[in-house]
């Protein structure tokens, strides 16, 4: 089962290929996705690791929460599922 984490205040250079290429250091990814503007394609400054197992999701969250990349301390958590956020 595939566990997918929440990487915010991401660079705005940052691509697909450099967030998955951070990120692999810590385990098998499936996918690395920077989410992007639809009308510019700019990125929106946050994006989504798919890890293979949950075990290399919680080393990259120890591992890189709080970190910086490119001057920029991230946000790295397990990413809410839709449909579960209700309060």
Known sequence: MSVKVFVGNLPFAVN???LKTEFSKFGNVES???V???HT???RGYGFVEFTDQAAAEAAIQGMNGQPME???LT???AKTQGNERA
Do not use: C, F, M, W
């Open 16 to 18: 697909d290929e450099k």
């Open 32 to 34: 690395a996705r920077v």
């Open 76 to 78: 790295v958590n397990l």
């Open 36 to 38: 992007t503007d639809k």
């Open 41 to 43: 394609n700019r990125s």
């Open 71 to 73: 001057g920029r301390p």
